[in-house]
Nanobody
Framework: QVQLVESGGGLVQSGGSLRLSCAAS????????MGWYRQAPGKQRELVAH???????SYPDSMKGRFTISMDNAKTTVYLQMNGLEPEDTAVYYC???????????WGQGTQVTVSS
């Protein structure tokens, strides 16, 4: 089992920044990649950023430039630095961890990010 706990969400004005954290515990040795997703009201959950255990990062084209994912040296905490936030970034942000066997994917409880105009 892997447990994920997100933190760092909140209310920010347009143009502001936030840094989200995701602390992993449990069978963390099984994790080979982690990511941040978000889900806005009435919309599907979408990928924001992805990082492998080796530190390789990737972003969907729509997320490039304003979001940066990183991992601590212990590989137990993943961060998402968000800059230049806009109201369209308002969503619940979820941390995800991938493991090689079932259930294959674990999710955190989510953290709300609200950007006011």
């Amino acid at each position: 089992q892997v447990q994920l706990v997100e933190s760092g969400g909140g209310l920010v004005q347009s143009g502001g920044s936030l840094r989200l954290s995701c602390a992993a515990s449990g069978s963390i040795f099984r994790i080979y990649a982690m990511g941040w997703y978000r889900q806005a009201p009435g919309k599907q959950r979408e990928l924001v950023a992805h990082i492998t255990k080796g530190g390789t990062t990737s972003y969907p084209d729509s997320m490039k430039g304003r979001f940066t994912i990183s991992m601590d040296n212990a590989k137990t905490t993943v961060y998402l630095q968000m800059n230049g936030l806009e109201p369209e970034d308002t969503a619940v942000y979820y941390c995800n961890a991938r493991v090689p066997t079932a259930p294959a994917s674990y999710w955190g409880q989510g953290t709300q990010v609200t950007v006011s105009s």
